[in-house]
C-alpha cells in the first residue's frame, strides 16, 4: 500500500465516514469490507440480498459480522427515495413505477444512499462498466457548482530508496475523450486539488509534442490555451504548457528547452491532451516505470463516487475506499 495512506486514514480517524459497495456478494468487495470492519475510520455499507450477502462471506472465509447490509427489496425508506428519484429526474417524466424499477438496480440505489446523506461515498464498478458508475452519479448526484464535467485522475506512486515515494498525478486518462480548452483547464484544476490531499505540491504541465511553440498545429494550439485557461481559474497554481514530457520531468532538457520555466523539469501533475494519450501514458507508467496506479479518481463530483476496476483485486478495492472516502 501506498505511503502516504497513514495521512488519509489519520483524516478519516478523525472524522469517520460510511462507503457504499454496491456489489455486496463479490468476494473482492467482501474481503476488503472485512478488513475495513477491523479499522475505526470507515464503516462499510454493502448492497444486496443479506441472506446472499453472509452465504457469499461464509463461502470465502471472511468476517463480516457488523457490516451495515441494505437491501432495496426490502429498504424501510424506498418511497421517500422514489419520491426524491422521480423531482431529481422530472425533467425526463420519470413515473413513479420507472423509479422503483431502477431503484431495484444496486448502482442507482447505492448512489441515492449517498444522495440521501445515508453514505459519504461510493465504490462501484468491480462486475460492471465504468459508465453504470458514472451514469447514476452524473444523473443524481451532479457536478460541483462551477464545473462542467466530470473527469478523471491516476494518482501514480513509485518507492524510492530514500524510502520516501514519488507521487504523480496524470489526467484523463478514463472519462473524457476528446476535451476541448475549457474542459481541459477544467482537468486541470481538479487534477491538482486531488493531488494535494495524496501530499503532492502540484505542478502542473499540459502535454504536447511541443514545448513552448517548438512544434505547431491546432493541437499544439488547444493545449496552450487550455495552459492559459487553467492560471485564469487557478492563478495560485504553478501550471504551464505546452510542454513535451522530456521538458516536464528532467532538469537538463528543461534548461535546454525552457530555461525560465518554474515547471519545467519538476512536473509533477500531466495533464494530456486526450484518452488516447493519457490511457497509453499511465500504463506506460505503471508497466515499465514501476509505478503503481490508483484509480480511475473521479473529480468534479458533488460526492466522492468512484469507480473499480473489473480486474481489480481485493488490495485495491481497501485502497480505492479509503481514497474515495477521504475526498468526502
Do not use: W
Amino acid at each position: 500500500m501506498m505511503h502516504g495512506f497513514g495521512d488519509l486514514i489519520a483524516v478519516l480517524k478523525k472524522s469517520p465516514k460510511k462507503i457504499v459497495f454496491t456489489e455486496g456478494t463479490d468476494s473482492r468487495i467482501l474481503e476488503a469490507a472485512s478488513r475495513l470492519l477491523a479499522s475505526n475510520f470507515l464503516s462499510p455499507i454493502l448492497v444486496g440480498n443479506e441472506d446472499e450477502i453472509f452465504a457469499a462471506s461464509e463461502e470465502c472465509g471472511y468476517n463480516i459480522r457488523g457490516a451495515e447490509i441494505i437491501d432495496p427489496a426490502k429498504f424501510d425508506r424506498m418511497e421517500e427515495m422514489i419520491d426524491l428519484f422521480c423531482e431529481l429526474r422530472k425533467s425526463k417524466g420519470v413515473t413513479r413505477e420507472q423509479a422503483a424499477k431502477v431503484l431495484s438496480q444496486a448502482n442507482y440505489f447505492g448512489t441515492m444512499l449517498v444522495k440521501m446523506g445515508l453514505a459519504d461515498a461510493l465504490l462501484g464498478g468491480a462486475t460492471y462498466s465504468t459508465a453504470d458508475t458514472v451514469r447514476p452519479a452524473l444523473q443524481l448526484i451532479k457536478t460541483k457548482p462551477g464545473n462542467s464535467v466530470v473527469s478523471s485522475v491516476f494518482i501514480m506512486v513509485r518507492a524510492r530508496a530514500t524510502g520516501e515515494n514519488e507521487v504523480l498525478a496524470m489526467a484523463d486518462c478514463a472519462i473524457n475523450i476528446h476535451p476541448n480548452e475549457d474542459e481541459l483547464a477544467e482537468i486541470a484544476t481538479e487534477a491538482a486539488e486531488c493531488a494535494k490531499i495524496f501530499g503532492v505540491d502540484p505542478k502542473v504541465a499540459f502535454l504536447s509534442y511541443s514545448t513552448f511553440g517548438s512544434g505547431s498545429g491546432e493541437d499544439v494550439d488547444k493545449m496552450r490555451n487550455a495552459a492559459a485557461k487553467a492560471k485564469l481559474r487557478a492563478p495560485e497554481l504553478a501550471i504551464e504548457g505546452e510542454m513535451q514530457f522530456d521538458a516536464a520531468v528532467s532538469p537538463r532538457v528543461a534548461r535546454t528547452k525552457c530555461p525560465d520555466s518554474e515547471v519545467a523539469g519538476h512536473a509533477n501533475t500531466f495533464i494530456f491532451p486526450d484518452i488516447n494519450a493519457g490511457n497509453i501514458g499511465y500504463k506506460i507508467a505503471q508497466r515499465l516505470g514501476g509505478f503503481e496506479a490508483y484509480g480511475p479518481i473521479l473529480l468534479g463530483l458533488n460526492a466522492p463516487i468512484n469507480d473499480l476496476s473489473r480486474g481489480c483485486n481485493a488490495a485495491e478495492v481497501y485502497s480505492m475506499a479509503i481514497i474515495t472516502a477521504a475526498l468526502a
